[in-house]
């Protein structure tokens, strides 16, 4: 088969393909690795080639559900045994990992073959892919666009077809934002559903999960099989699975009910074009036999916010800590991004008790919201409240340095950070798109423990309404 051929399927069909003996292993990694060759410079999606030791890993045939696929990791928290690693950072910029990660471990055993590292923003903290040490990753369905973030470079990656998936993770809406940006499917699993050791136990008290961006909703459903679980020594795990995500993609829901909004926390409407889209998922959703009602989730207040902006300091300033002692010294003038240094500084003056009861308050909104959830079985939003920004809006400057927040939260309005304060699962669905054929994702958040529901609905929209043959204008089959 030829390599454009390739880029139209997911990771499901060619892993069969390899099964079926059609093609090898070392086939389908030669013809990913062409098309990187031939769209990364347009894209800038991959920033580390591991193309050698990915024909070597290819050569050996490896078996599992994924065997002989190629993938892409983010380079951000997964680490791979001698292979540079920067999470978009100057500061950081030279390090080379010194261990796998159980996640890349887990990947490998599925038959996945990690050919590259992809962009992502300094320490994944805007809603963008634009680091100054790497440049800005471009949308392939309009090259003047962000990606969104902070799995920029893994969205724009899989949307050209250069990988039918890549790993994304998610401390905030980084695999949903990108996800409805590029017009992929984008899964947040529930907290500890994966593993984020050796290095950490959880990261920001659970709101950190690792996954990925995938084509189609059986790969994701199929992928998390093959990656969830507890690791030795973690401190929590997720519940148990019914029986395996992949089993449920192909089974209709009962019927659901599902609230759903179109106005942000702030009691506005978003972009016209989200408005449309999720008004369009929730008519989806009625024709396909659900009860859909409009209703806004309660809690969300000024103390709920507080306690958001208090969290995402005091993360940094851990960030900060964590880089420095593994570096061995302080950062030099000009090694941190602007935005960084702002919300570093805001996070040393974050006491102890200051974290501890923005944690708190946290908590008590997360019983809030599953005390709205016995009613229903999901919300559903926007996941963005604007297309995607085009390229230099969501960036920083020494004068202006929340410049990059203050315009990116016009792109992400909408709360996606629930989940990752609560726990849940949550998703984003491509279906829609605006005028200007920009991809417009959809956001259903889940109760915890349930990302069968969202599997089962997932599959269900996507059997109604197929997204997977959209091909963006920079694409593998224009090669």
């Not at 050569?59 to 997964?78: C, E, I, Q, S, Y």
């Not at 920001?204 to 990656?227: C, F, K, M, P, Y």
């Not at 809690?299 to 964590?322: C, K, Q």
Request: proline letters at 9%; glycine letters at 10%; one cysteine or more.
């Amino acid at each position: 088969m030829t390599t454009v051929e390739l880029s139209t399927m997911d990771a499901t069909a060619q892993a069969e393909l390899v099964r079926s003996g059609e093609v090898t292993a070392l086939e389908l990694v030669d013809a990913a690795i062409e098309r990187i060759e031939r769209l990364n410079p347009t894209l800038n999606a991959v920033i580390t080639p591991m193309f050698d030791r990915a024909r070597a890993v290819a050569r050996t045939n490896p078996t599992g559900p994924f065997a002989g696929v190629p993938f892409l990791l983010k380079d951000l928290v997964a680490e791979v045994d001698g292979v540079p690693f920067s999470e978009g950072s100057v500061f950081v910029r030279g390090t080379t990992s010194g261990y796998t990660s159980e996640l890349v471990t887990r990947l490998h055993r599925a038959g996945l073959v990690v050919v590259g590292k992809t962009n992502t923003p300094e320490f994944g903290m805007a809603p963008a892919c634009e680091p100054v040490l790497h440049g800005a990753t471009r949308n392939p369905w309009d090259l003047s666009r962000s990606t969104s973030g902070s799995s920029g470079g893994s969205a724009a990656a899989v949307a050209a077809g250069l990988v039918p998936m890549a790993h994304g993770n998610d401390l905030g809406g980084s695999i949903r934002f990108p996800a409805a940006a590029c017009g992929l499917f984008g899964l947040k699993p529930t907290r500890a559903r994966t593993p984020l050791g050796p290095e950490y136990g959880d990261v920001i008290n659970g709101w950190a999960v690792e996954h990925a961006l995938t084509l189609t909703v059986r790969d994701s459903a199929a992928l998390l099989d093959a990656i969830a679980g507890p690791a030795l020594g973690d401190p929590y795990q997720a519940p148990t699975p019914v029986r395996p995500f992949a089993e449920e993609v192909a089974v209709d829901p009962r019927r659901l009910r599902i609230a759903y909004s179109p106005r942000t926390p702030g009691g506005e409407l978003g972009h016209p074009d989200c408005v449309a889209a999720v008004e369009d998922a929730a008519a989806l959703c009625a024709a396909l036999g659900h009860e859909v009602i409009e209703a806004d989730l309660p809690g969300l207040d000024g103390e709920v916010g507080g306690a958001i902006g208090t969290v995402f300091n005091a993360a940094t300033a851990w960030i900060l800590a964590y880089w420095i002692r593994r570096v061995g010294r302080e950062p030099r003038p000009g090694e941190l991004e602007p935005l960084t240094v702002a919300y570093w500084d805001a996070g040393r003056q974050v006491s102890a008790s200051d974290y501890l009861l923005a944690i708190e308050t946290l908590q008590r909104f997360s019983r809030t919201v599953a005390r709205f959830l016995t009613g229903v079985d999901l919300w559903l939003t926007p996941t963005m409240s604007e297309p995607p920004a085009p390229l230099g809006e969501i960036t920083a400057s020494p004068d202006d340095p929340l410049r990059a927040i203050s315009r990116g939260a016009r792109t992400v309005a909408y709360p996606a950070v629930i989940a990752n304060i609560t726990g849940n699962p949550a998703m984003s669905v491509p279906l829609w798109s605006n005028a200007d054929g920009l991809p417009i994702g959809v956001h259903f958040l889940g109760r915890y423990g349930d990302e069968a529901t969202l599997f089962q609905l997932a599959g269900q929209l996507e059997r109604a309404r197929p997204w997977a043959h959209r091909r963006p204008p920079t694409h593998a089959t224009r090669l």
